[in-house]
């Protein structure tokens, strides 16, 4: 049987090894961005992502216990984790605002339909992804220049210092190369007083990052990486940032994303690997703030 390491590197063309895994240890870019293109393994297009978000959505509100889930209620659950991350990040009407990888761009422009900011941006790594987003954003709001995508790395963009005032991501920092690296970029590009606020899942500890790697495939597969959320806000302190605020949503995030994999992808087990880590103490799915 064909692993996912496989049909990825495959699709992207690459046939050297992947590197073995330690704490803060580098993707392969060129996976991660065949993950998200409309070649090859396209999560984009897989039925546990809906309504052009991709993320596992956050279900607080959301019955799945007792009945099957709709895909309005999917499609609500990945909204509403969009809606909790912008809602930690204070948008003001004067704001200029980045998110870090903007996938599809029907979060960014949700967000900007929501708020209102002065300027939004939106980066992705992958350029398929950038296209959708651009064309989504001329059908639903047309040519304003308020709102933008480009094809970018959040490690070292190619924007001016001090340029924004508010940074936000939506379960994208997995996937980063170096918490260090991207904790410098984040400082360097928020004006004072600019706040940074990303969600995503994360080991709880150095020593759960060792048995993470060893239990989730994304990982093997080079598209994700396994830094602890200590090091994670060790990281942000050395920056520069402070008043930093980590707040678990767990509870409210793997559950439901199970239950929805299970109904829709019961062959996929690699999807529960999730909710088995988190009951185990090994990641939890958190909130992170920082303030510059």
């Known amino acids: 049987m064909t692993t996912l390491t496989e049909s990825l590197q495959k699709t992207a063309g690459l046939n050297y090894p992947l ?25 984009g297009e897989m039925n546990l992502f809906q309504g052009d978000f991709i993320n596992f959505g956050y279900w607080k509100k959301i019955p799945f216990f007792d009945k099957p889930i709709t895909l ?8 509403a984790l969009y809606e909790l991350t912008t809602a930690y990040s204070e948008l003001q009407h004067s704001d200029c605002v980045l998110e870090l990888g903007s996938g599809r761009g029907i979060g960014a422009i949700h967000t900007y339909n929501t708020f209102n900011p002065k300027r939004l941006f939106g980066i992705d790594l992958t350029p398929d992804q950038v296209r959708i987003a651009s064309q989504l954003k001329k059908t639903t709001l047309g040519e304003t220049s308020a709102v933008k995508f480009y094809v970018d790395n959040a490690l070292f ?10 940074i936000y991501s939506v379960e994208m920092v997995q996937h980063l190369t170096s918490a260090n690296e991207f904790a410098k970029e984040m400082y360097r590009l928020l004006r004072p007083q600019g706040k940074l606020v990303f969600s995503t ?5 150095s020593k759960a990052t060792r048995e993470w790697s060893t ?19 060790r990281c942000l302190q050395k920056a520069g940032f402070t008043n930093i605020q980590i707040t678990s949503i767990g509870e409210h995030v793997f559950h439901g994303y199970d239950a929805w994999a299970r109904q829709v992808s019961p062959l996929n087990s690699y999807t529960y690997e999730h909710l ?13 703030i920082a303030s510059k």
């Open 201 to 205: 899942y994360l080991p709880v500890s």
């Open 72 to 79: 309005a209620e999917r499609v609500a659950s990945a909204r």
């Open 215 to 233: 239990q989730y495939q994304n990982i093997d597969a080079g598209i994700e990486t396994a830094t602890s959320i200590h090091e994670h806000k």
């Open 19 to 43: 590197p073995l895994f330690s704490e803060a240890s580098a993707v392969d870019t060129g996976l991660v961005k065949c993950a998200y293109s409309l070649s090859g393994e396209n999560w």
């Open 157 to 166: 963009t190619e924007f001016e210092n001090t340029f924004f005032d508010k």
């Open 276 to 288: 088995k880590a988190y009951k185990q103490g090994i990641v939890d799915y958190y909130i992170i």
